[in-house]
């Protein structure tokens, strides 16, 4: 029998074993099969990883850095992880499934981040005040909020945690990083290239292990100033609830029921490729996805013609292949979940028009096709509910009221797509729909310099762009009494 690797978990700058010494599984998708050992952490060692943290932040070389010092270690960071892209982007198919080409382009992507964040280190500045009072001059400084916890998800471990790891750093913040106990290992060989890099010791710390009890004892402990979120929305209520116990600030990445909209100016072959992409790309698993499709009644056949068409041609299989296009869904119950969903779908008698079960060709790992719903309405609960997996609710529309109205009825508010062609159109749709992110003939385009986040459901605050790093920084007001002469009252405010 193979001896399967073991990661401990990276605390105080060392790797260490968890309190309890004990390890848990992580499962290969697209195998079925244990792959690797992952330390299970317990409050014990949420304590010493956030009490490490805590003194990194008021005394280590940490502290004393400059804005400029820092921005040059956080763009150190970007080029190890480009000098290890592929062994990243391998490690991250290995544990989630996704296709090792799709993790080659993110991974070669993620330095960007880490460069744009260090080029903002020395732009983090605050302003003199023109106080209205005599002989006072107030000005404003930007500090760091203290100790950050990141609690990471399991589709996207990487990029989703450089969101919030580049822009904590280059602030000054220390971070203790809890990611998914189902995908920890691409993280923790991320975190092999912070120690590379020369972070002082607990800048940066990862506590592996269940949101139950690591989750839970990061999110409420008193020490923690900061804590940024992506994942489902009963774990954010769970967090919301303890980020109440240490007044924490709090940022939610949550999920999306995403309209991806159609107009009959639009070029039916580009809008039925921008839907395929939104849906299925990265089996459906993705927080942005766009999972419903409003065509409208001029165009509906067309578009419904080069979908199916399309989808039936999509490669499923082993996601190291580079010829894949689609690969497993990272977990056994997120399959069960997809599955669960499509039976919903038929009870209440939405039409499937293709896919709706495991592929047959493949006897093992946790496969599901692309599947596409046509509705008469928008009333069944799967064009309401996220699934996370690839399944398309498509319905017709007829015009913009109808079509803002129906891109709308949803209780999340995270991104949405539009195809067309007129362009005073698409800005009065994209200033109409609730959404955070808008994308206008194209999907799941991202930068560093643009934020994403949404409403609602979809949670609020932003990851990315400028923005994002306001979110961890303090401000602080400095007031200078320029005068020479004594204090008349001390009784009065001046």
Same mark, same amino acid.
């Given at each position: 029998m193979?001896?399967? +690797?073991k990661?401990?978990?990276y605390?105080n700058?060392?790797w260490? #074993? ?6 848990f599984?992580s ?8 792959w ?7 409050e014990e060692d ?6 490490a943290a805590?003194?990194a932040?008021l005394h280590s070389?940490?502290t004393s850095?400059?804005f400029?010092e820092r ?7 970007g080029?190890l992880?480009a000098e290890n892209a592929e062994q ?5 198919t290995?544990? *989630? ?5 799709e993790m080659r ?6 330095p960007?981040?880490f ?11 605050g302003?003199?005040l023109?106080?209205? +009072?005599?002989?006072m001059?107030?000005?404003t400084?930007? #500090?760091?909020?203290?100790v950050?916890?990141a ?7 990487l990029?989703?945690?450089t969101?919030k790891?580049?822009?904590?750093l280059?602030a000054?913040n220390?971070i203790?990083i809890?990611p ?5 290992a691409?993280?923790?060989e991320? /975190?092999k290239?912070?120690e590379?890099a @020369? ?7 990862? /506590?592996?292990?269940?949101g139950?009890?690591v989750?839970d ?6 020490l923690?100033r900061?804590?940024a979120?992506t994942?489902?929305s009963e774990s954010?209520?769970?967090i919301v609830?303890?980020?109440?116990k240490n007044f924490?600030r709090?940022?939610?990445e949550? @999920?999306? !029921?995403s309209p991806n909209?159609v107009?009959?100016?639009?070029d039916?072959? *580009? ?11 990265a089996?459906?698993?993705?927080c ?5 499709a409003?065509?409208?009644e001029?165009?509906y056949d067309q /578009?419904m013609e080069?979908l199916?068409?399309?989808v039936?041609?999509?490669k499923?299989?082993?996601p190291?292949q580079?010829?894949?296009?689609? &690969?497993?869904l990272?977990?056994?119950a997120q399959?069960?979940?997809? #599955?669960?969903?499509?039976?919903i ?9 293709y896919? &709706?079960?495991r592929?047959q060709?493949?006897?093992?790992g946790w496969y599901?096709?692309p599947t596409i719903?046509e509705h008469q309405d ?5 064009? !309401?509910e996220e699934?996370?997996g690839?399944?398309l609710s498509?319905?017709k ?7 803002i109205?129906l891109a709308?009825?949803?209780?999340y508010g995270?991104?949405?797509g539009?195809w067309?062609?007129?362009?005073a159109?698409?800005?009065r749709?994209?200033k109409?729909i609730?959404?955070g992110i808008v994308w206008?003939?194209?999907?799941r385009?991202?930068?560093?310099m643009?934020?994403?986040g949404g409403? &609602?459901l979809s949670g609020y @605050?932003?990851?990315?762009?400028? #923005?994002s790093?306001?979110?961890y920084?303090q401000?602080?007001t /400095?007031?200078?009494n320029?005068?020479?002469e004594p204090i ?7």
């Amino acid at each position: 029998m193979t001896q399967l +690797k073991k990661y401990q978990m990276y605390i105080n700058g060392e790797w260490t #074993e968890s309190a309890s010494g004990e390890y848990f599984e992580s499962f290969n998708p697209a195998t079925e099969e244990a792959w690797c050992l992952v330390a299970k952490g317990n409050e014990e060692d949420v304590e010493r990883a956030v009490q490490a943290a805590h003194k990194a932040f008021l005394h280590s070389e940490w502290t004393s850095m400059t804005f400029t010092e820092r921005g040059k270690l956080v763009r150190k960071l970007g080029d190890l992880i480009a000098e290890n892209a592929e062994q990243l982007a391998m490690v991250e198919t290995l544990d *989630n499934g996704k296709l090792i080409r799709e993790m080659r382009g993110q991974v070669n992507y993620i330095p960007e981040f880490f460069y744009y964040y260090a080029g903002l280190a020395d732009k983090i500045h605050g302003q003199t005040l023109p106080i209205d +009072k005599k002989d006072m001059f107030a000005f404003t400084s930007k #500090e760091p909020l203290g100790v950050v916890a990141a609690i990471t998800p399991w589709n996207s471990p990487l990029y989703l945690t450089t969101l919030k790891l580049a822009p904590a750093l280059v602030a000054g913040n220390t971070i203790v990083i809890k990611p998914s106990e189902m995908t920890s290992a691409s993280l923790l060989e991320l /975190v092999k290239l912070v120690e590379k890099a @020369g972070f002082p010791p607990g800048v940066v710390n990862v /506590v592996t292990g269940f949101g139950n009890p690591v989750g839970d004892s990061l999110t409420s402990h008193p020490l923690v100033r900061r804590i940024a979120f992506t994942g489902g929305s009963e774990s954010a209520r769970h967090i919301v609830r303890n980020s109440a116990k240490n007044f924490a600030r709090l940022s939610l990445e949550l @999920g999306g !029921k995403s309209p991806n909209i159609v107009f009959e100016d639009a070029d039916p072959d *580009n809008a039925a490729m921008g839907i395929i992409a939104g849906i299925f790309g990265a089996s459906g698993q993705s927080c942005v996805a766009g999972s419903r499709a409003f065509l409208h009644e001029d165009i509906y056949d067309q /578009v419904m013609e080069r979908l199916v068409d399309r989808v039936s041609k999509i490669k499923i299989g082993d996601p190291f292949q580079d010829e894949t296009e689609m &690969g497993p869904l990272a977990t056994k119950a997120q399959l069960e979940r997809v #599955e669960n969903y499509v039976a919903i779908g038929l009870e209440e008698g939405a039409r499937l028009v293709y896919g &709706g079960k495991r592929p047959q060709h493949l006897e093992k790992g946790w496969y599901f096709e692309p599947t596409i719903f046509e509705h008469q309405d928008n009333k069944d609960r799967i064009t !309401k509910e996220e699934i996370f997996g690839p399944v398309l609710s498509v319905m017709k529309f007829k015009d913009e009221a109808e079509i803002i109205e129906l891109a709308n009825s949803t209780d999340y508010g995270l991104a949405a797509g539009i195809w067309v062609k007129d362009v005073a159109r698409a800005h009065r749709l994209a200033k109409a729909i609730r959404a955070g992110i808008v994308w206008v003939n194209t999907y799941r385009s991202i930068s560093p310099m643009a934020a994403i986040g949404g409403s &609602g459901l979809s949670g609020y @605050g932003r990851e990315g762009g400028f #923005e994002s790093i306001q979110e961890y920084l303090q401000e602080k007001t /400095v007031w200078v009494n320029t005068s020479t002469e004594p204090i008349p009252d001390p009784f009065i405010m001046r």
